[in-house]
């Protein structure tokens, strides 16, 4: 059986206590920027209920066109005002560089990708870029209530940013 | 206090009963792209544990260059295999078209992104335009275990899209 068989058997059993459906506007107005990695579990680690915030995630937690359509949409047709960016400790994108990750995907299928890997070599530093890109976009409206945190996957605690 | 000042308390408590650190690479080998909906909460609707998969969001849980960005590390650095894919019903894209959408962003702001919004009319045909995309990419090398659904938000259900 394949693991997506499996995690199949334990969605009947959510749906077995589920109730629904939530009205589909975030209820407290937030939209969370997180990366992708799986000791992320973003609902428990900011106690969020259902149908409370929007969750955008990507390698690194990163801000690129993608989380900028995200985030417009979110905020302009479902009415989201404050924006939570999460990066986090050990994470892969400290790893690799771009030029690194685009030559062995060259190497591997003879065409190098055209987009950034974006790939960092500092969590606070790329936590603040990803600030600075949200600010400069002329695309989200609201940019007053945008904070930024590290993750420690050791501690559970999220770390704020200045 | 803010909404973000909230879930930092929330975030304190967590942090008290929080046991890590868990390895970096997904334990069930296991990507995830699902739309941002404040009601999807992916962890639960598929009873991962932390530390499980690689969970990737966006509005709409559409496939662009970031999508695949993602992917590409997600496989070739971190050693996922399966790719589940999520959309939902009563979701946001369903509600407006791309030029309607970035006529009123051009309205508001004078420019018009330059990016598709990627709205789209049916929830099937815009699973299998993602399978589809990931598939016809180059730099995702397995895509032998993709898997597209429908969450029912009205009764927690997984429907597979064939």
Known sequence: MSVTDELLENNARYAESFSGPLPLPPARKLAVVACMDARLDVYRILGLAEGEAHVIRN???????????????????????????????????????????????????????????????????????????????????????????VFDVATGRLNEVK
Not at 81 to 105: N, P, Q, R, W, Y
Not at 110 to 134: T, Y
């Open 59 to 149: 390698a690194g937690g990163v801000v690129t066109d993608d989380e900028i359509r995200s985030l417009a949409i979110s905020q302009r047709l479902l009415g989201t005002e404050e924006i939570i960016l999460i990066h986090h400790t050990d994470c892969g994108m400290l790893t690799f560089t771009d030029d690194g990750f685009k030559a062995s995907v060259q190497a591997d299928t003879g065409i190098k990708p055209e987009w950034a890997a974006e790939a960092f070599a500092d969590l606070d530093d790329d936590v603040r870029q990803s600030i600075a890109r949200i600010r400069a976009n002329p695309f989200v409206p609201r940019t007053d209530a945008v904070r930024g945190f």
